[in-house]
């Protein structure tokens, strides 16, 4: 097992096992992506999207890459939700402007009965590119590792693609919950399994992103979503080597399931923005942290707008207190069209109003 240095900054993870921090520890959704030039720049070194995702080296770069231009409180892994599927045998690829499709989605009742957990080998480059990442972090922030949520990666695996209406695997939990369960059962022992080799690389937080958990109805959501995050959270390494390893989970669109998100067993929940993190925090009490939650769109206003904004942000939560927890984030994952400078203005505007609020 390697040797790591040792951590200089650790508010990210205090913060999660809500534990006393000087300031609100941030950092962002596809953080390393394509508003940064220099990931443009490797990216069309790679030569595709899957040329920088299973390359451990060109993983390594553009992870850092916003590390290197903001203070973040912590990087997160370069890879891909789909990873977990491909290595199921269903054959990702990526179609220029339409983004990732499967060659072989689950259609037929043979083919869901067919499925299998990946051999975790065929994963080895995420793992490597884990271990490389936090060698190459140095110390200077946490590394957080993460997979799709069971729900997620079989609205991929069923519908073939990613779906507004998401009518095809609607149809499958509807007429046959059978086959949905069987599929989210193996899902769930693929991804607990998946984030554990990652813990056991170097992953120093995990998360668990449940992109279309809020496309489910009421009942739905509880059955074929959150349940099974229940069951990988359950699975999870917690601890590594004597250190606390904390475990976030955010279903997008799911805030009025706070509570419910928030008793599964996680240590925080993230929340989009359309959610009250003062009203989240009142319900979820001392039970978790909370992470989140500016509109990614806020992004292309002015700095001065975008401080006030992120002020606003930081007042709902109000005052962090014992027992408490705050990680500042945008709501999803950050826009490719977003000026890199007012990342800037955002990252300072959280340290420094975050930093007075507990004067």
Known sequence: MPQFAPLQNDTFLRALLRQPTDYTPVWLMRQAGRYLPEYRATRQKAGSFMGLATNPDYATEVTLQPLDRYPLDAAILFSDILTVPDAMGLGLHFVEGEGPKFERPLKTEADVL????????SLDYVFKAVTQIRTALNGRAPLIGFSGSPWTLACYMVEGEGSREFHTIKKMLYNRPDLMHHILKINAKSVADYLNAQIDAGAQAVMIFDSWGGALADGAYQQFSLKYMQDVVSQ????????????IVFTKGGGHWIEQIAAIGADAVGLDWTANLGQARALVGDKVALQGNLDPAILFASPDQIRAEVHKVLDAYGKPSAGNGHVFNLGHGISQFTPPENVAAMVDAVHSYSKAQRA
Do not use: H
């Open 114 to 121: 067919a499925l299998r957990e990946p051999a975790l080998e």
């Open 236 to 247: 999870l390494k917690r601890e590594k080597d004597g250190v606390k390893i904390p475990a």
